[in-house]
C-alpha cells in the first residue's frame, strides 16, 4: 500500500469550511497494512450493538477514513461529509437525537455521515476540474463536457428523484467502503439510522443543505458478538437479463 499522507486534504475545507479531521496531530506520513484481507472483511462484518472503550489507533483511524473517500462518484463531485465525533460529550450530544442507542456513546469514534446537495452547483464542479488538474487526470475537453453536462443531470434528474436521492446514494457507497475499510484493520462498525434527523442538524449545526444519512460508530466490538443472520440466496435477489427471469448462469 503506497503511503497514506496526513493530514488528509479536505477539498470541503475551501468550499464549505473548516473539516472535522484537520486539527488532527498525526505524523506527516505512515505507512500501514491492514491485517484482514477484503473476502475476509466482507464475510466477518457485522453490525456492532457494543463497543469496547478501547480507542482506535490514529494512523488506523485516519487510514479508514481515507480509503472511506477512495469509493466511486459520478463526475466526482463527491457529495460526502462526515462529522468525526471522539469527544464523550459530543456523542452524549448525539446519543440524546438517537433514541438513546448505546453504541454511539460507547464507540471510541462515530461519524454523522452527511450528503451536501450544495455539491451539485458549479462551485464544487470547477473545484472537481481543478482537483483534477492536480493529478493530470482533467484536460480541457474534459472539463468544458463536465460544466455542460454536470447541471444538465441536475436540471433532468433521469435517475433520480431529488437532490437528496442523489446525494445519499454517493454517500452510502462511501459509507460501505468505510465499513469494509474498518473491517481490514480489525476495526467494527454499525451502520445506524436510527435517529431524528432534525434533532441532529440543529445539535451539530448542520447546514439545510446538508442531510443526514446515517451513523457510523466504529470501534472494537463488545461481547455478545452479533450472530450472521444470513442472506437470501443469490438465485432470489440476481435476475437473469430482466427482472423476475431466473439466474441462468452457474454461481
Known amino acids: 500500500m503506497p503511503n497514506a499522507p496526513i493530514p488528509m486534504p479536505c477539498l ?9 479531521i484537520t486539527n488532527y ?3 506527516m506520513t505512515i505507512e500501514i497494512q491492514p491485517s484482514i484481507n477484503v473476502k475476509t472483511a466482507i464475510e466477518s462484518r457485522r453490525a456492532a450493538r457494543s463497543f469496547q472503550p478501547d480507542p482506535i489507533p490514529p494512523a488506523i483511524l485516519a487510514e479508514i477514513l481515507r480509503l472511506g473517500v477512495r469509493s466511486p462518484s459520478g463526475y466526482n463531485l463527491q457529495p460526502w461529509r462526515f462529522i468525526v465525533l471522539q469527544d464523550q460529550a459530543s456523542k452524549e450530544k ?8 448505546r453504541q454511539v456513546v460507547e464507540a471510541p469514534t462515530v461519524l454523522i455521515c452527511c450528503g451536501d446537495r450544495r455539491a451539485a452547483g458549479p462551485k464544487n464542479t470547477e473545484a472537481v476540474i481543478e482537483l483534477g488538474k492536480t493529478t493530470g487526470a482533467m484536460n480541457d475537453n ?3 463536457y463536465m460544466r455542460q453536462a454536470i447541471p444538465q ?4 434528474r433521469p435517475c433520480f428523484d431529488s437532490l437528496e436521492a442523489w446525494t445519499n446514494r454517493h454517500t452510502m457507497l462511501a459509507v460501505a467502503h468505510l465499513m469494509i475499510a474498518a473491517k481490514s484493520f480489525g476495526v467494527d462498525s454499525c451502520p445506524m439510522e436510527g435517529f431524528v434527523s432534525a434533532k441532529v442538524k440543529e445539535a ?3 447546514p439545510e443543505e446538508v442531510d443526514v444519512c446515517c451513523l457510523l460508530p466504529l470501534g ?4 455478545p458478538f452479533k450472530q450472521y443472520g444470513g442472506r437470501f440466496d443469490v438465485t432470489q435477489v440476481y435476475y437473469s437479463e430482466s427482472y423476475g427471469q ?3 448462469a452457474e454461481i
Do not use: M, S
Open 94 to 101: 448525539l446519543k440524546a437525537c438517537a433514541f438513546d442507542q
Open 153 to 156: 443531470l441536475f436540471d433532468n
Open 25 to 27: 496531530q498525526l505524523p
Open 204 to 206: 451539530f449545526q448542520i
Open 246 to 248: 431466473a439466474l441462468q
Open 12 to 20: 470541503a475545507h475551501a468550499l464549505f469550511g473548516p473539516c472535522p
Open 142 to 144: 474534459l472539463a468544458g
Open 220 to 223: 472494537y466490538a463488545a461481547e
